[in-house]
């Protein structure tokens, strides 16, 4: 086998080079179409809250909890903890910016909202914050994705998604699911 010249390796550098840059290149695409287009992006929000005390004071105190219409934006807390979500269903909405406000008392636990882009960490100590705007009506299955113990597999919420004209608040600015 002929000794390859240095211009044959030089070649074969570039080549090499061109396409790492091509896959490089590819991957910032796939990030930049997932944030611009489709409003995926890592949480970025860092507030830092007591997971001992949480429920006793603040924002997080048991009256808090659920949907809470502030100004022109919709709040929703909820408090994830081994093995459920307080409350367990919340409303929320159509075709309106929903911010979505949780923590947990005592392990890592993790969200996702079927069919939308809601999907991360509820990390003990801060608090999970995540914008979104539900397109859909309906009841949205909430499960808790990050493995927290016995009863991990029982642990998830509904997202009842309504109809704006649907979507009475009270005068406190609060709506809730049906009690049944
Ligand atoms: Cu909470 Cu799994």
Redesign the pocket.
Known sequence: MPIASERDVLRSEFRWGLLTAAAVGLIFLAILTAALAWQINPPSNVELIDPKTLHLSGEFTEDNLGTQVQGDRVAIRMI????AFLPRCVVAPRDRPVTLRLVSPD?I??ILVTGTNVNTMVVPGYVSQVHTTFTRTGDLLMP??????M??SQ?WATIRVVESDAFQPDAQGRVACAQR
Not at 80 to 83: G, K, L, N, P, R
Not at 144 to 149: I, L, S, V
């Open positions: 994830a903890s081994q093995f392990v636990h993790g808790c994705h990050e493995f927290c113990g009863g991990h642990m």
